[in-house]
């Protein structure tokens, strides 16, 4: 049975990230400070060979893919853009306090789209046409390795709504410049529309480390 690996990668820190706001659809670029912990990690620790990169189309991601597989095949994909935060987009938690909306959908568990946003069925629906369609790719040209630089909440779902064993969601999250390898293979993926969580990318860091030591959602 052949297997193939994809390597979720979330892209490097922005200034957005360094804020504490929500940032989805925003396209900002890495900060100087991302661009140096990318090169920093690269240096490192080792990350996963690849024989094609698929990357979101949004900046922070693709500069990410440019820093570390600067010498690999690299596609655009819109299905692995980040989650639409509609209204509370570019706001940070401290800018939201009180409003009624915000306040509804955080005890709602995020399930409801944000006004003007997206929800997480919208959101997970677009990843797995994206991962259906990136296995596809994969066994066609014969690519056993590819890495895939998304989002921090895009990880977040596929790891919690497709991986196994099954984690809490807080376990679910990766740093910035981090993430996880899991295995594919077509009889899973037609089966259960899952695949195997297999472990921490880039190779040498604990998963506390990927995890950037801390529980969060986004």
């Known amino acids: 049975m052949v297997t193939y690996k994809v390597h979720l990668l979330r892209h490097g820190l922005t200034s957005g990230n360094r804020e504490g706001r929500y940032i989805g659809r925003t396209d900002l670029p890495l900060c100087q400070e991302g661009k140096e912990q990318l090169e920093y990690l690269k240096q490192k620790y080792e990350y996963p060979r690849a024989d094609m990169v698929v990357s979101s189309p949004l900046r922070r991601c693709v500069q990410t893919a440019d820093i570390l597989y600067p010498d690999t095949y690299t596609e655009t994909w819109p299905e692995f853009i980040e989650y639409d935060f509609g209204e509370f987009e570019g706001k940070s938690v401290e800018e939201l306090k009180g409003v009624y909306r915000f306040q509804e959908w955080i005890e709602g568990g ?11 069925e919208q959101l997970t629906r677009r990843a797995a046409q ?3 369609r990136l296995l596809q790719r994969m066994t066609q040209d014969r690519l056993y390795s590819v890495a895939l630089v998304t989002h921090g909440g895009l990880i977040n779902l596929l790891l919690y709504g497709m991986g196994l064993p099954k984690r809490d969601i807080a376990n679910c999250s990766a740093a910035n410049g981090c993430g996880f390898t899991v295995l594919m ?11 195997e969580i297999y ?9 506390a480390e990927a995890m950037g030591g801390k529980r969060r959602a986004w």
């Open 110 to 120: 995020m399930a409801q789209a944000p006004p003007g946003g997206e929800t997480h």
């Open 199 to 207: 472990g921490i990318a880039p190779y040498g860091m604990t998963e």
């Open 185 to 195: 293979t077509p009889q899973m993926w037609m089966r259960d529309r899952a695949f």
């Open 130 to 132: 994206g991962m259906n």
